[in-house]
């Protein structure tokens, strides 16, 4: 889906994927990834996720991404604390609290902003782009984080329709296959599906190795 999809996406509040209370599966299998409190963590594709209050709640700077000022805006008038606003490079940049959302596109964040990151959180991204896309994904945020920078990946799989998308369906032996090279990979739990198919997969990953050249 390109750029100006999700921007309309957002205006015309087409967010179905947007959860009114924090991933169960990010309360329950977060603690066993053993990031602390301090550790700031990366949330590529934001939207104007809840989680990122719920890793705000456990001691950690937030750092989303996310293409829609709307939905950062959203997510600011919904928090209480006071909003800063500033610049980093081509992102528009707000800080509430301990979260901060850039408003650009993840595929120009680059390696020397990325330099505090300890940690991620992928719900809904990977599977938020097409195939060819996924590939680039995984290797740029290989690229951004530093060996040894755990994170939590919930991917989808769509029993009964496949094809099309978003949310696009993500096989696991895809997701092994587009981070295995960069990262150890551990399957943590696969959910039952939902009504329509849809079957989440839960994943930890440890960023393995120098970054890629
Ligand atoms: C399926 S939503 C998931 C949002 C969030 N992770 C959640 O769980 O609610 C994907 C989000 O990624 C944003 N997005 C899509 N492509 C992007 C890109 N290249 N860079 C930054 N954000 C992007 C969209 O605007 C949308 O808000």
Redesign the pocket.
Known sequence: ?A?DE??A??KEGR?G???SAP?DALMRHWPSLGAEPGDKVL?????????MRWLAEQGHPVL?????SL?IEQFMAEGEAPVSRYTQGAFSCCRQGCIELWC??????HTAQAEELSAFY????L???PEA?RQR?AFHLAQLLLPGTRGLL?SLMDMHSPEGG??YSVADDEVERLFAANFELTHLETRPPDDSGKQESVWSLIRRGPRPA
Do not use: N, Q
């Open positions: 889906m750029t999700w921007l996406r957002w967010i994927f947007h959860r991933h949330v590529p594709l934001c939207g104007k996720s809840l989680d989303g991404l996310e293409l829609s939905a650009g596109d993840f595929f120009h964040f992928d719900r809904a991204a599977i938020a782009l896309t994904y919930i978003p949310p």
